[in-house]
């Protein structure tokens, strides 16, 4: 089945600089990478996510890249804020397996003021 | 709209304990997905339904967990003869459909605690 590797587990950056969080993944049918932002004590929420006929996708602050080849991609924030301080998680899934996300261990950002 | 809710927001029981999650996914989303969060850790699948289609059980740890889906809507989640290690937050999302690229949306979870 499907695994995949997120790096890394914690990041803490000053206000206003870039964080940036990456992921792998096995299948190589896997075509849909969704992007989870959690607050502590609360449910997560899609942040951004990619199809895997599409390289790039930018959403103001934020950006994922993908590389399919290399089975990776990455989530870019640019601007930190402290708001921005949460679990994100990546995931991968497909078609073929009715869309079941596998979710990556999760990076634990801190942006100190 | 209403999101994804799910009850009970917390659960305790004691070890051997049968419980029961239940979980209201956005009207007129066909899939329905449970995963499970263990403290600090990321979200594992444990089962889905899509329509009428036989429910993908792929993720299930043991035959103590089973789930169900009434009328294509509300799903119940049980754990029978609860464990220690089945403590944590078990979370609900559901989406329009299970295609490739729908989005699920997650509940605010059940935090299971087996004392």
């Known amino acids: 089945g499907e695994n995949v590797e997120q790096h890394p587990s914690t990041l803490s950056v000053q206000e206003g600089d870039s964080a940036v969080i990456k992921c792998t993944y096995s ?3 896997s075509n849909y990478f969704p992007w989870y932002k959690q607050e502590l004590g609360k449910r997560p929420q899609l942040i951004i996510d990619i199809r895997s006929n599409v390289g790039e996708k930018k959403d103001q602050r934020i950006a994922v890249t993908l590389n399919k080849t290399a089975k990776h991609f990455s989530l870019h924030i640019t601007e930190t804020q402290p708001e921005d ?8 899934s497909k078609q073929a397996a009715g869309n079941k996300l596998t979710f990556g261990g999760g990076t634990r950002v801190l942006v100190k003021p | 709209g209403a999101g994804v809710s799910q009850s009970p ?25 449970w995963y499970r969060q263990s403290l600090g850790q990321g979200l594992e699948f444990l089962i889905y339904f899509q329509g009428n289609s036989a429910p993908d059980k792929s993720g299930l740890p043991s035959d103590r967990f089973s789930a169900e889906r009434t009328g294509g809507s509300v799903s119940t989640l049980t754990i029978q003869r609860t464990q220690q290690e089945d403590s944590a937050v078990y979370l609900c999302a559901s989406s329009t459909q299970a295609s490739s690229t729908d989005t699920q949306y997650f509940g605010p979870g059940t935090r299971l605690t087996v004392l």
């Open chain 1, 27 to 29: 299948d190589s049918a």
């Open chain 1, 85 to 92: 301080s949460a679990v994100y998680f990546c995931a991968a």
């Open chain 2, 9 to 33: 927001s917390n659960k305790v029981t004691e070890k051997g304990k049968d419980v029961e999650l239940r979980c209201d996914p956005i009207s007129g989303h066909t899939a329905l997905y």
